[in-house]
């Protein structure tokens, strides 16, 4: 029972173009929603994150957009760019609650 | 700052023994988690603690698996009698944990563990 999916296991976008990633999540408790970044052998490194209370944060490059009704949530690139090739989670959490749940994970190439 | 650190990086062992892994939270950090991925799996939690104390172990797979943290800083998580289903990159977490609003948590590079 995955309360967090990413349905694209991966994503390949050319470089300078927008990278579009999607979460859909279950669980109507959740009040916090995080994009982590992960390469090869390390541990995943925060990127962007959004409160139940708005629909969209944006940060630099990266734009995360809430769609509560949905239960759906999507990261922004924009413009892409090789390095932003890794696999990107989706994580969320609720009721101040402790533990994150997270996605399974889309691998992003970013081709030049 | 320094970041979030775990020892060992790649720990290979033994199917039947026992391992101990260590991890280092951001200065000032007060809740600590673990959790861990195995091949081909998405991050799944296994304990948080807030302070030196743990009010959530529910994630723990089963009773050889057990946590400390001690001054409210470093904690380790031991795995007794090793199984090759062990196997996997345990990563470790922590955060401010914010009384109010969203709590960001910072990971480690994590610990590789193969058990043979």
């Known amino acids: 029972d995955q309360q967090v999916k990413q349905n694209s296991p991966s994503l390949s976008v050319q470089e300078g173009r927008i990278s579009i990633l999607n979460c859909d999540y279950t669980?109507?408790?959740?009040?916090?929603f995080l994009w982590y970044k992960k390469y090869p052998a390390e541990g995943p490194t925060f990127l962007i994150s959004?409160?139940?209370?708005?629909d969209k944060n944006e940060d630099g490059r990266f734009t995360v957009f809430l769609n509560k009704s949905a239960k759906h949530l999507s990261l922004h690139i924009v413009p892409s760019q090789p390095g932003d090739s890794a696999v990107y989670f989706c994580?969320?959490?609720?009721?101040?609650?402790?533990?994150?749940?997270f996605g399974g994970g889309t691998r992003l190439m970013v081709k030049p | 700052g320094a970041g979030v650190s775990q020892s060992p990086s790649n720990k290979v062992t033994e199917k039947g023994k026992d391992v101990e892994l260590r991890c280092d939270p951001i200065?000032?950090?007060?809740?600590l988690y673990w959790y861990r991925q195995s091949l081909g799996q998405g991050l799944e939690f296994l304990i948080y603690?807030?302070?030196?104390?743990?009010?959530?172990k529910s994630g723990l797979p089963s009773d050889r698996f057990s946590a400390e943290r001690t001054g409210g800083s470093v904690s380790t998580l031991t795995i007794q009698r090793t199984q090759q289903e062990d196997s996997a990159v345990y990563l470790c977490?922590?955060?401010?944990?914010?009384?109010?609003?969203?709590?960001?948590?910072?990971f480690g590079p994590g610990t590789r563990l193969t058990v043979l």
């Open positions: 977490a922590s955060s401010l944990k914010l009384l109010a609003g969203g709590d960001t948590q910072y």
């Open positions: 669980n109507s408790m959740f009040d916090y």
């Open positions: 959004i409160s139940s209370i708005k």
């Open positions: 994580a969320a959490s609720g009721n101040a609650g402790n533990m994150l749940t």
């Open positions: 200065s000032g950090h007060t809740a």
């Open positions: 603690f807030q302070g030196n104390s743990a009010p959530d």
